[in-house]
T-cell receptor, first 120, second 116 residues
Framework: AQTVTQSQPEMSVQEAETVTLSCTYD???????LFWYKQPPSRQMILVIR??????QNATENRFSVNFQKAAKSFSLKISDSQLGDAAMYFC?????????????????FGTGTRLTIIP | DAGVIQSPRHEVTEMGQEVTLRCKPI?????LFWYRQTMMRGLELLIY????????DSGMPEDRFSAKMPNASFSTLKIQPSEPRDSAVYFC??????????????FGPGTRLTVL
């Protein structure tokens, strides 16, 4: 079974600075998807960024980028120019990309989350 | 476009009562997921449907939990009878599955359930 580990329960960063959140995972599969979701105090789960394992290029979305190290099974999230609205819980998630014929292929496995605080 | 809609947003009930949570997925999506979030267990998948058919219900805690998807635009998660340990935030998510891969799961706002 796949597992996702977020070793930083809490992080803080000064507004406008850069912060990196860590995520490692364990899998025996070669093809899969990785995600970062953000959960602000409103509880809404918001997709931040997504990475396909077969792509060597790291995904970017505006101020958000990832450092995907497949061999090391590492998937960190970098937030540049941190803003007050970035304060939230951040969850790393894994999903297999096996075909529909494989039972349970759509399941998202989540890490335990990192609470990010932005210091004004 | 409207996102995933869940109702109610908050539910407070007494132990032993029946609870029904509702979800309307994003129009055009063909996969629907129910997740539960607790402090102890984090986010865990309860069940998911594809084209209204349950595909994986291995995460459903016990027989007190049941889920249905009578059509492409509506799903329910029912707990009967409810117990205090069922208190959690329940999320519904939907995605569009095509071929051998699926698109990203988009989450609703969640229902915070409190069982007294």
């Amino acid at each position: 079974a796949q597992t996702v580990t977020q070793s930083q329960p809490e992080m803080s960063v000064q507004e406008a600075e850069t912060v990196t959140l860590s995520c490692t995972y364990d899998t025996s599969e070669s093809d899969y998807y990785l995600f970062w979701y953000k959960q602000p105090p409103s509880r809404q789960m918001i997709l931040v960024i997504r990475q396909e394992a077969y792509k060597q290029q790291n995904a970017t979305e505006n101020r958000f980028s990832v450092n995907f190290q497949k061999a090391a099974k590492s998937f960190s999230l970098k937030i540049s120019d941190s803003q007050l609205g970035d304060a939230a819980m951040y969850f790393c998630a894994y999903r297999t990309s096996r075909g529909i014929s494989n039972f349970g292929n759509e399941k998202l496995t989540f890490g335990t989350g990192t609470r990010l605080t932005i210091i004004p | 476009d409207a996102g995933v809609i869940q109702s109610p947003r908050h539910e407070v009930t007494e132990m032993g009562q029946e609870v029904t949570l509702r979800c309307k997925p994003i129009s055009g999506h063909n996969s629907l997921f129910w997740y539960r979030q607790t402090m102890m267990r984090g986010l865990e998948l309860l069940i998911y449907f594809n084209n209204n058919v349950p595909i994986d219900d291995s995460g459903m805690p016990e027989d007190r939990f049941s889920a249905k998807m009578p059509n492409a635009s509506f799903s329910t998660l029912k707990i009967q009878p409810s117990e205090p340990r069922d208190s959690a935030v329940y999320f519904c998510a939907s995605s569009l599955m095509f071929g051998d891969s699926t698109d990203t799961q988009y989450f609703g706002p969640g229902t915070r359930l409190t069982v007294l």
